[in-house]
């Protein structure tokens, strides 16, 4: 359980930040001088350089997304630069992309933030730049919204594997169909019928809160609160809800603790959504009231259980589930140890799921619940003071990678294990090196009292 540091304050983790971009320059570079574009897009690291792995193209929107990330925190001219040359050069394909849930990873994290630091008036502002943009989030959140799966109550937005599943990640991907739903949008489909993107996200989020996420209401003998399936199960044909089930987690029945993260930090910035929009926004939905109400639930329940089964430091294993925790003793109630010989952690899924306690935190400290605010923002600033500093912190001159100790796909033996080691360790994934510099930003933002940081702030 994450001992949380209740004195610790944004402004004290202001050098780490200093420190934490000086080094993000050099890694840049890193893969910029060193990395072979013909191979595809960088995934993870092996041996401290970046590598591909094929399945689906959904990291190349981090690695640009990256650059545009720190020129908004270092003013850094030459990386506004690259990565805004690199998202027209490269990026249309994953516009148009039907073959993946992927679009609030690819194409919010670059045209996305493109945008919005022209509304922030940290880019000059063009008219045809301004209008590039938003064409390419209009039809990404348009393109996300038709991989559609009708079940009884509503529908999802189903993964890669085809119409029978739902992702738990799925849930940062409804950030692109509320991008689209703001700039007027529409999916347009058969005999000209007009699909609301807005309607599409809060059904895709309130399948997830009700079948990714756990409450401790009986489900089944495994229904703990908060715990997240990676996956869910239902039949095409009649609608029905068939069983949890896992892609990345050791089972359907643990906890993978990037899908509990990916959960955390969805839910907590479109809630942020939400409550800044007034009701005749979403009108002839269940109600702006009835929507919070079961995100909320949702993201109270995934945050509580991310603390409970967290390491005191704030870092957690790659699943709570794993099969050999049990040989680490009482791991809960020590610092993590990313270079044990049983399990591994997943430093990626602390950077996510801080961002998500720091939001979440922040909300529902400005709705009146300071102690229940309090508990989960000083969670966020806990972990943080943790992977921002050695040795989850990327120090190695030559390791191209920001953030060490992530896992990508522990079942399938994805990841690198070093000469020495029995599990994987020391090594960096895209995602985990995009979303260390997007809590980094929010951060930073905070402590120099800059316009929030939200996902939203496009016109």
Not at 75 to 100: C, D, F, N, W, Y
Not at 226 to 231: F, I, K, L, Y
Not at 312 to 328: E, M
Not at 365 to 382: D, F, I, P, R, V
């Amino acid at each position: 359980m994450i001992k949380i540091n209740t004195t610790i304050t944004p402004a004290d983790l202001a050098h780490k930040l200093k420190r934490f971009w000086e080094l993000s320059t050099e890694k840049i570079y890193l893969i910029e001088n060193n990395y072979d574009v013909s191979n595809g897009s960088p995934v993870f690291t092996i041996n401290g350089n970046y590598t591909t792995r094929g399945w689906t193209e959904w990291t190349q929107g981090f690695q640009y997304g990256s650059m545009i990330l720190h020129y908004d925190a270092t003013g850094e001219q030459s990386m506004l630069e690259k990565g805004r040359g690199k998202t027209i050069e490269v990026m249309a394909p994953h516009i148009s992309h039907t073959g993946v849930h992927d679009h609030g990873f690819n194409n919010v994290s670059t045209y996305g933030n493109l945008l919005r630091l022209m509304n922030e008036e940290k880019i000059p502002f063009n008219e045809w730049e301004r209008d590039f943009y938003s064409l390419a989030l209009k039809i990404s959140g348009a393109v996300q919204a038709s991989r559609w799966t009708t079940i009884k109550a509503g529908g999802f937005i189903h993964s890669f594997n085809g119409p029978h599943s739902l992702f738990v990640d799925t849930i940062r991907s409804c950030r692109a169909l509320i991008l689209s739903h703001i700039l007027g949008h529409v999916l347009q489909s058969e005999n000209d019928v007009r699909i609301s993107l807005l309607e599409r996200a809060v059904q895709h989020m309130k399948a997830t809160a009700n079948y990714s996420i756990f409450y401790g209401e009986g489900r089944d003998v495994y229904d703990v609160l908060g715990r997240t399936a990676h996956e869910s199960i239902f039949n095409t044909k009649d609608g029905n809800f068939r069983c949890p089930n896992s892609q990345q987690g050791y089972s359907a029945f643990s906890t993978w603790t990037r899908g509990l993260a990916w959960a955390i930090c969805g839910f907590a910035e479109e809630i942020e959504w939400f409550d800044s929009v007034s009701e005749v926004n979403i009108n002839g939905l269940s109600g702006k009231e009835n929507i919070l109400s079961f995100m909320i639930k949702a993201a109270r329940a995934t945050c509580d259980f991310y603390i409970e089964n967290s390491s005191v430091d704030g870092v957690p294993y790659w699943d709570t589930g794993a099969p050999h925790l049990y040989r680490l003793g009482d791991y809960l109630n020590k610092p993590a140890d990313p270079f044990n010989d049983f399990e591994p952690v997943d430093s990626s899924a602390a950077a996510i799921a801080a961002q998500g306690l720091l939001r979440f935190g922040r909300f529902l400290q400005q709705k009146g619940e300071s102690s229940a605010g309090n508990h989960y923002w000083q969670a966020g600033l806990t972990v943080l003071n943790t992977i921002f500093d050695e040795p989850y912190l990327s120090t190695e001159p030559k390791h191209e990678g920001l953030l060490l100790h992530s896992i990508y796909h522990r079942p399938n033996g994805w990841d690198y294990i070093p000469e020495g080691s029995k599990i994987p360790n020391g090594e960096s994934s895209m995602w985990g090196d995009y979303h260390a510099r997007e809590v980094a930003l929010y951060l930073q933002r905070l402590i120099n009292n800059e316009t929030y940081y939200t996902f939203f702030n496009i016109k």
